[in-house]
């Protein structure tokens, strides 16, 4: 399960906000195509923050969902017109709202419970038309086994990726300055391996329309992830 502590999620805020700001263009000209160009958006798993500074940018009144803390204190500070939640989002009451998204695949760290109850909840939260964007992890020919690594200033991750059945688990090395030195920390991510068909049935029976994507706008999705654009009927 994620916890993203404190100082991953720095790291997480200094070294990865790029995917954020480069799916931003192409996000909202996604919800303008849908003739959603002001009202209420609700970030899921918002992260710190980036994307919802880009829709409050934009006009919209934003509400930011993030379980971390950690997170949720930069998230503040980058976006401080948000309504921001700290919780769960499969258990938070997302409030009536034109736009939806998750992003980074948020929805892989849902518990391993049917989504189609979540979805309908999702949908009843909508407007009609409304949009409902999210990026997730999907089966592969090849399961998933590598190790990476990215540094910034006073700071490193590495990272072990593993895959065993419909999960992916991510082992996480973060190093910190902390005074003339480096402060090490550890976190253990799991995800889930979803299902690009039960995800469209799901979405279906719960009210939308839906197509699927490899990309937000200019942005190419990483491989084995996949955008669902689904809109309220």
């Known amino acids: 399960m994620s916890s993203y502590g404190e100082d991953l999620a720095y790291i997480q805020h200094q070294g990865f906000a790029d995917f954020s700001e480069s799916a931003s263009p192409g996000l909202l000209r996604l919800m303008a195509r849908a003739g959603i160009r002001h009202g209420v958006a609700v970030d899921l798993g918002c992260g710190s923050g ?7 940018r934009a006009g919209f009144r934003t509400v930011g969902v993030e379980s971390s803390r950690s997170l949720a204190r930069i998230a503040r500070k980058i976006a401080p017109r948000t309504r921001l939640k700290v919780g769960s989002v499969y258990e938070v009451d997302v409030p009536s709202c034109d736009v939806i998204t998750a992003l980074g695949e948020v929805l892989c760290y849902l518990p391993a419970r ?19 964007v999210f990026d997730v992890l999907v089966a592969g020919a090849r399961p998933m086994r590598y190790r990476t690594w990215r540094s910034g200033p006073g700071w490193a991750v590495l990272v ?3 895959e065993k059945g419909r999960r992916v688990t991510r082992e996480i090395t973060t190093f910190r300055r902390a005074g ?5 920390a550890y976190e253990r991510h799991v995800l889930r391996v979803l299902s690009r068909d039960r995800l469209c049935d799901a979405l279906r029976s719960a009210g939308f329309s839906v197509r699927v994507s490899r990309r ?9 992830r ?4 689904a809109r309220k009927c």
């Open 180 to 184: 003339e030195g480096y402060r090490r």
């Open 50 to 56: 980036q994307w919802l500074r880009e829709l409050d």
């Open 114 to 132: 049917p989504i189609a109850p979540w979805f309908r909840r999702v949908s009843r939260a909508l407007r009609p038309g409304g949009l409902f």
């Open 216 to 224: 937000y706008g200019e942005l190419e999705l990483p491989p084995r």
């Open 226 to 229: 996949l955008a669902f654009v």
């Open 160 to 162: 072990s990726v593993s």
